[in-house]
């Protein structure tokens, strides 16, 4: 995996931005995977400004996004699909019925899940997966225990990912402890991956991600069997990893190999 170290959350977005921008302009017709949270909302502010400077049109490209609550309709207010509309969808020219999200009002939620699994191979696969990373190492709503070649499934939140997300919602408001993700198979076969970690919140899970056995323990350790898998990350999330300036040094190598090639 590349491991790159920034600044701040404002470089990871640019940074992972231009992944995506740079995507868009060599596949226009790119399937991109997509997620929530919080920390890629200035990723997709970047999307926005980019496409509105017409340096990239989504018309011809496909989203899938990670997950969703089970229970919660896309007009719901706190529903993942109500969040993309807002965050992402409205403001770009990507087609309405070329977004998708796990549909978490389905009367079957089981034959849901497979009709993800079957969207997302109809469209031919996903070319670029956004990440974030859950303060318990989870992705997607992928928590510790997922099977590493799990599929699109319903899976059960822990308290700790409740009491994460409860920020989003009133406090007598309903917050859902299911929900429809993507599985940690579904995300590898993503053709590429980028995670974006922010924050000294983040730190434990990084470490465990990176530096830690592949288990399901820390269901983002998982990553380290993907082939093209680039990890994005702010100071703060970085902090606690034991190699950190090996992972300085091999990037300054690679820039420099990918300089001396270029001017060749
Ligand atoms: C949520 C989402 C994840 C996300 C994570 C981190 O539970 N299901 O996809 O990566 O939390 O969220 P944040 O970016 O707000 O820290």
Do not use: W
């Not at 990239?56 to 706190?78: C, I, M, P, W």
């Not at 990176?210 to 269901?219: D, T, Y």
């Amino acid at each position: 995996m590349q491991i790159v170290i920034l600044a701040d959350a404002t470089a990871v977005a640019a940074y992972g931005a231009k992944l995506f921008i740079r995507q868009l302009q060599q596949k226009a017709d790119s399937v991109l995977g997509l997620a929530t949270g919080s920390t890629p909302v200035a990723l997709y502010q970047q999307l926005i400004l980019a496409y509105q400077q017409a340096q990239v049109s989504f018309a011809r490209a496909k989203s899938f996004n990670l997950d969703e609550y089970l229970g919660l309709a896309g007009s719901h207010v706190q529903s993942y699909r109500y969040f993309m509309q807002q965050q992402l969808f409205q403001h770009i020219d990507m087609l309405p019925e070329h977004t998708f999200v796990p549909d978490g009002s389905a009367a079957d939620p089981f034959a849901a899940c497979q009709q993800y699994e079957q969207q997302i191979a109809a469209a031919g696969g996903i070319d670029l997966q956004l990440l974030g990373l859950g303060r318990n190492g989870h992705i997607g709503f992928n928590e510790p225990s997922s099977g590493l070649r799990s599929r699109t499934r319903i899976k059960t939140l822990t308290a700790a990912t409740i009491n994460d997300n409860a920020r989003f919602f009133a406090a007598d408001e309903y917050q859902p402890h299911l929900a429809i993700t993507m599985g940690i198979g579904t995300i590898l076969d993503a053709r590429s991956l980028l995670l974006l970690a922010t924050g000294a919140a983040k730190a434990d899970a990084v470490k465990a991600m990176i530096e830690g056995p592949l288990c399901s323990a820390c269901p983002a350790s998982a990553i380290q069997l993907h082939q093209q898998a680039v990890v994005v990350l702010d100071e703060a999330a970085a902090s606690k990893l034991a190699d950190i300036e090996f992972y300085r040094h091999i990037e300054r190598e690679n820039l420099a190999l990918l300089q001396r090639l270029a001017s060749k």
